[in-house]
């Protein structure tokens, strides 16, 4: 009974609410349109109207009961029914006295007010009904009521009899209704707090992945261990509201482990103390999780006996270890620790370990960078003192040897009296070697700007091709003549050179660089057939090819022939070379913009492309 | 000014090419002598003391303490020497070398070590007036 009078669950409540609103709704307008039916017929004997005026108060009722229970007020709402009823009754007992009380009127009222209040409407309304029949009674049998003969007490009784019968019947089937309804209710709000907390849990577990996944952004950005690993071991700690966190870092040499960072003061202090221990220290978690490689959860470390009790860590009472791995290689430990008992669970060592294998990964990182830095620095340096060596090189070499070249050519000439033939021969040897050596400096020098990129272009305006072609044919002339003489058949040397090839801006010595260097090495490796020299102007560019029929180049050997000191034969007689003029020829085509390729068939010969783009004027 | 016979100077530090010179311009030119000076700080004062004008000048570039380009502008300060034809020679003609001697006012350039088979030739078409790159 206490729960039956007890306020109503706002579940129950809700529930109730909507059902009785579609009732009061479905009752006015099926009642509004009996009333209507009812009209259209006829209204013509005193009953009928009385029946019609009956039907409207009823509607009214439900119509009230509706607005009430949309506006909040649904008791009030759900008592306003029964009452259009009762009322209804009285009405009808008015007009056809109580002998005509038929208990299906106090019936209805009842049934109606179980539905719409409640046990409480039963309670109510069966007692309201008891006592009207009754009344009525009495009034009638005392002649209160108009036209109205007294009528046996038989008549009430059976009333009576069925209001009580049928008020005990609601009530325990509403009951019953309520019963099942509460215990609905219930298990749906079970079933609503399992969701709950389903949700926080998710919430949570996605915050946890949320906070690693911070940190790893965090890590794959910053590449210096100083400023990473402290932000680190923080940005844990907090982000798991964790007692303290720390790092250690494992030295496979020295097989010892050291404390790189831990949160807040201790960590600092720790650090301080530099505190490096041996792996197969013991007792020790984070030693054992480097041993073994596997995770070690303490969940009570009072009831541990491998954890170690820290004085600047006091309130340590669970703790977790995650070995930091890459490829199977330990990098270090994460150790994590909580004031709680209990706080390191399955579910979340998950995720600890995730972190720790990409902590662990940006430490290998920033380990490599650190080195890959320190490389860098002494690369730099070494590129210095070459930088400083070849510049005084270039000077101190070419002195002496410009001396001896200059000599030796006097000495050729008789400046310095008469020289035999065989003499002459030995100078002019002399004189060739010096200049080879020459041309090795200047060569590696070349090659020394290139690779450092400091190659500078001296660009001038309207050079004419024709003119540079025509100089590098004179200087590759007497190379020609001198390979000739030792052949039975001389190589033809043919030119397909457009003889108008328009003004260009170029770095002019450069390109005849590049054209004498194709042309010897050319003249160098053919001994039958022919040498062709061709220029074209092709749209926005000049194309030119030094095409031989000599050996040809193995396929194998046509991109390395372009890097600097190979050459495609180990013949000693063509070995004479930097085996830097083709990587060079390369560099300065492509510093013009340019490019420079080999097409070469073996036992058909050769043929070497350069392209020089056509630049009628400098550009601004 | 003589153009069969002209007046050379020449500024070196280095012995050897200092000896070359002087055996191209007396034995091979045939001149009657080849004026070597110092790079020093009283430069056109030792220029002065020749008692010559001299036709033209040979400035090596790379020289202590006074490079050829800072030569070259001592004799520019003096309108005794406007009509003396000033040639740089330097060992290594890099492309920014070239750009800043034609810039700095010299007439020509001549690349080390000398052509000396080209060189007379060199020397007279500079004379006659003509701007000499011969550096490749």
């Not at chain 1, 009034?139 to 036209?147: E, S, T």
């Not at chain 1, 949320?210 to 965090?218: H, N, W």
């Not at chain 2, 007046?7 to 034995?27: A, F, G, P, T």
Request: proline residues 4%; charged residues 20%.
């Amino acid at each position: 009974m206490n729960k039956i009078f007890s306020k109503q669950t706002e579940e129950e409540h809700k529930a109730r609410k909507t059902i009785m609103e579609v009732a009061y709704l479905s009752l006015f307008v099926f009642l509004l349109l009996i009333m209507i039916l009812t009209r259209s017929s006829s209204l013509a004997s005193t009953a009928q109207r009385i029946s019609f005026i009956a039907q409207g108060l009823i509607a009214l009722a439900a119509l009230t009961s509706f607005i009430f229970s949309r506006r909040g007020y649904t008791m009030v709402g759900a008592y306003f029914l029964p009452y259009g009823i009762l009322l209804l009754t009285f009405v009808l007992i008015n007009v056809t006295g109580v002998g005509s009380i038929n208990a299906l009127f106090f019936v209805t009222i009842i049934v109606v007010a179980g539905v719409t209040a409640g046990i409480r409407g039963v309670v109510i309304f069966g007692a309201l009904s008891i006592v009207s029949a009754i009344g009525l009674y009495f009034a009638q049998n005392h002649g209160w009521l108009a036209n109205k003969s007294p009528v046996s007490f038989v008549t009430p009784a059976i009333t009576i009899a069925h209001i009580l019968g049928d008020t005990f019947v609601l009530f325990f089937l509403i009951r019953i209704f309520n019963k099942n309804l509460i215990s609905a209710l219930e298990a749906n709000q079970e079933l609503r707090q399992l969701q709950t907390s389903l949700e926080q849990r998710i919430a949570e577990r996605t915050r946890d992945l949320a906070i690693a996944s911070d940190v790893s952004r965090q890590i794959t950005r910053v590449l210096d261990m100083d400023l990473l690993l402290p932000e680190l071991v923080e940005k844990t700690r907090q982000g798991f509201n964790l007692y303290y966190v720390a790092l250690y870092l494992y030295d496979p040499q020295t097989e010892e482990l050291t404390l790189e960072a831990g949160t807040g003061r201790e960590g600092a202090l720790m650090k301080s103390e530099a505190k490096s221990f041996p792996i197969n220290a013991r007792p020790s978690v984070v030693a054992q999780v480097a041993r073994e490689c596997k995770i070690e959860i303490i969940n009570d470390t009072q009831q541990s006996t491998i954890h170690l009790f820290n004085p600047h860590l006091p309130d340590t009472r669970a703790e977790a270890a995650f070995p930091m791995l890459v490829s199977d290689e330990l990098v270090g430990v994460l150790d994590l620790q909580s004031e709680t008992v209990g706080r390191f669970q399955e579910s979340e060592a998950q995720i600890f370990s995730t972190l720790a294998e990409q902590i662990a990964i940006a430490v290998r990182n920033a380990q490599l960078y650190r080195q890959q830095e320190h490389v860098a620095q002494e690369l730099e340096r070494t590129d210095l003192m070459k930088s400083q060596f070849l510049a005084s090189m270039s000077h101190e070499l070419r002195t002496p040897l410009n001396s001896i070249i200059n000599f030796t050519q006097l000495i050729a000439m008789g400046v310095a009296g008469p020289v035999t033939d065989e003499q002459l021969t030995m100078l002019h040897t002399s004189l060739s070697s010096s200049r080879h050596l020459l041309q090795l400096i200047n060569d590696v020098l070349d090659i020394s700007k290139i690779q450092a990129g400091k190659l500078g272009l001296y660009i001038e305006e309207d050079v004419n091709l024709n003119d540079e072609i025509k100089a590098v044919i004179d200087m590759a002339e007497p190379l020609l003549q001198k390979q000739n003489a030792m052949l039975e058949q001389p190589i033809r040397f043919i030119q397909d050179i457009d003889h108008d090839l328009p003004l260009t801006a170029c770095d002019r010595r450069r390109i005849r660089q590049v054209l004498l260097n194709l042309l010897s090495n050319a003249i160098k490796f053919t001994e039958q057939g022919s040498i062709t020299l061709s220029a074209k102007k092709k749209e926005k560019e000049f194309i030119f090819a030094v095409m031989d029929t000599g050996p040809g180049i193995p396929q194998e050997m046509q991109a390395r022939i372009f890097e600097p000191f190979v050459q495609a034969t180990d013949d000693i007689k063509h070995t004479q070379g930097t085996g830097l003029g083709l990587p060079i020829s390369r560099s300065l085509v492509e510093a013009h913009g340019g490019e420079l390729w080999v097409e070469s068939k073996m036992g058909e010969g050769t043929t070497f492309f350069f392209t020089l783009p056509f630049r009628p004027l400098i550009t601004q | 000014m003589n153009s069969q016979r002209p007046i050379l100077v020449y500024v070196e530090d280095d012995e050897n090419s200092i000896l070359v010179m002087k055996m191209v311009v007396e034995r091979v030119m045939g001149l009657p002598t080849l004026y070597v000076l110092q790079s020093r700080a009283d430069f056109v004062q030792q220029v002065k003391g020749l008692g010559v004008v001299p036709d033209v000048f040979l400035l090596d570039i790379q020289m202590r303490p006074y490079d050829g380009v800072e030569l070259l502008s001592m004799l520019r300060g003096d309108p005794q020497f406007n009509k003396s034809k000033v040639i740089a020679l330097t060992a290594s003609v890099t492309n920014e070398e070239v750009s800043l001697l034609k810039s700095g006012g010299f007439d020509g350039a001549i690349a080390k070590p000398l052509n000396i088979e080209v060189f007379p030739d060199l020397i007279a078409r500079i004379i006659n007036g003509e701007q000499v790159w011969y550096i490749a």
